[in-house]
């Protein structure tokens, strides 16, 4: 055994050869270095066990190899892209919407610029970083200001900071809700600072049960959208006109948290209908809040939109200062913002709504083709067909709208689950990973969420 340990190189010989020299020249000293020792720590961990030598350190070829390979991948980016086959159109582990080509351009000049983010070019003075999404969104939502920050949660942080810190806050037992990756209702209230006031039950909330706990303490009355959550049978919640007038009545603001907010009717594309921004606004809604990843199809963002004198509150919060967005976000949130000042042109335009929209004839056309790219490569051990498939928007929008579109399924001819993991685990393993879902005992490749089904296609080469 120690003569093993002895026959491993040292570090001053492997670097000194030509081959290591050309290493420093391109990598520097340091990360040479660094990387065979942990090279080397990790083959005396294996004598130390009594596992076989590693090759590499028998033959410096390989060794050299080895040193580079792990060279190129420390300045190679760990987040990879992947191939969303998941049939979930805004997938929140995937990263939610895709950017459009208007965002993702104002982004790239953004980052490769200084932008007069808080410059006011007319004046030279101090001018603030939402006015340009301010002004789009005055007119998208027919609003008087607009106020953005990190995401949607930090919108109802800062609302609830800012207007009802120590105060109470009206909500109906039925909009407590759970959006996942940890957003609750009642924890956020809690970190503002503020008492929840839940009335009504789970299924039913009148008005009355409202009136009857307005005190002098209330700052708020608030009404979430159950998103992900759906209460159905014998119900009844109060819509916000109604509760928009009673908030009049004790000169209370209403606020109403939307989450997703879409900010066209989606009726219009066989979508089922969302409440928009503008249609809460014009209910009497005080403040509307409502993501910028999510059916909007735009970078994430938390965006507030309503009154200007509440909006100036805001925007002076300490709070905002923790929460505000930087350049680079801002300026694609305008750019998808741009897009839709353009509504006949939207659902191309907006990759979101490009997916959700898609017919279902060009999603069968695109399987056909995936199917059969994935029969040359898996035809002797798998079983490819194409399906009729069930799609989601995702992200908690209509959590029970199924979108129809079509899959590509692959099942093992063994029949054995081991075999379908293999698969699994093989995609997974393409430089850019491809996603599906697991249904049935076989892997569903849903082509409604793809992003680029051409890319898709050269990837699947690559089995
Ligand atoms: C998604 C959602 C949130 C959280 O929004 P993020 O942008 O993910 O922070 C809050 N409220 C509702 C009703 C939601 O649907």
Not at 72 to 97: D, E, I, Y
Request: with cysteine; charged share 20%.
């Amino acid at each position: 055994m120690t003569q093993l340990y002895r026959d491993l190189p040292s570090v001053d010989k492997v670097i000194s050869a030509p081959e290591g020299q050309a290493l420093v020249t391109k990598f520097g000293h340091s990360a040479v270095v660094a990387q065979l020792r942990l090279i080397l720590n990790h083959a005396r961990q294996a004598i130390a066990n009594q596992q076989p030598f590693p090759r590499y350190l028998n033959d410096h070829t390989i060794l050299y190899k080895k040193l580079q390979h792990d060279l190129n991948r420390l300045s190679q980016v760990q987040m990879r892209s992947v191939h969303n086959l998941t049939g979930t159109v805004l997938h929140t582990n995937l990263g939610r919407a895709l950017w459009p080509e208007s965002a993702q351009q104002a982004a790239m000049q953004a980052m490769k610029n200084n932008v007069a983010l808080e410059y006011d070019m007319h004046n030279a003075t101090r001018g603030h970083r939402d006015i340009f999404v301010s002004d789009l969104l005055a007119q998208l939502c027919d609003c008087e200001a607009a106020c953005v920050v990190n995401n949607n949660a930090a919108a109802v942080l800062l609302i609830l900071s800012t207007f009802a810190r120590g105060k109470e806050v009206v909500i109906s037992r039925g909009e407590l809700v759970e959006i996942g990756g940890s957003f609750r209702i009642p924890d956020i209230m809690q970190q503002a600072g503020c008492e929840l006031r839940e009335v009504g039950t789970t299924n039913r909330t009148h008005l009355s049960d409202y009136q009857n706990h307005i005190t002098e303490n209330t700052a708020l009355l608030m009404k979430v959208h159950p998103s992900n959550y759906q209460i159905t049978g014998f119900t009844e919640s109060v819509a916000e006109h109604t509760l928009a007038q009673l908030a009049r009545e004790h000169n209370i603001p209403l606020v109403s948290d939307l989450g997703s907010g879409a900010l066209v009717d989606l009726s219009q594309f066989g979508l089922p209908y969302e409440p928009t921004p503008k249609a809460m606004l014009h209910a009497g809604v005080d403040l509307v809040c409502f993501s910028g990843d999510k059916l909007l199809g735009g970078p994430q963002a938390g965006i507030i939109v309503g009154k200007k004198v509440m909006i100036d509150k805001l925007q002076c919060h300490p709070l905002k200062r923790v929460l505000r967005c930087d350049k680079v976000i801002l300026s694609a949130l305008e750019g998808t913002l741009r897009d839709y000042l353009l509504p006949e042109k939207i659902a191309e335009n907006n990759p979101t709504l490009r997916h959700l929209t898609q017919d279902v004839a060009s999603l069968k056309q695109s399987a056909v083709r995936l199917a059969q790219k994935l029969q040359e490569k898996l035809h002797q051990d798998y079983c490819i067909e194409i399906a009729p498939s069930h799609a989601q928007i995702g992200s908690g929008s209509q959590p029970t709208f199924q979108l129809l579109s079509y899959a590509v399924t692959v099942a093992p001819l063994t029949g054995h689950n081991a075999d379908l993991m293999q698969l699994v685990r093989s995609l997974k393993q393409l430089s850019q990973p491809i996603i599906g879902r697991i249904e049935q005992q076989k892997l569903w490749l849903d082509l409604r969420s793809v992003a680029d089904i051409d890319a898709l296609l050269s990837g699947v080469d690559e089995l």
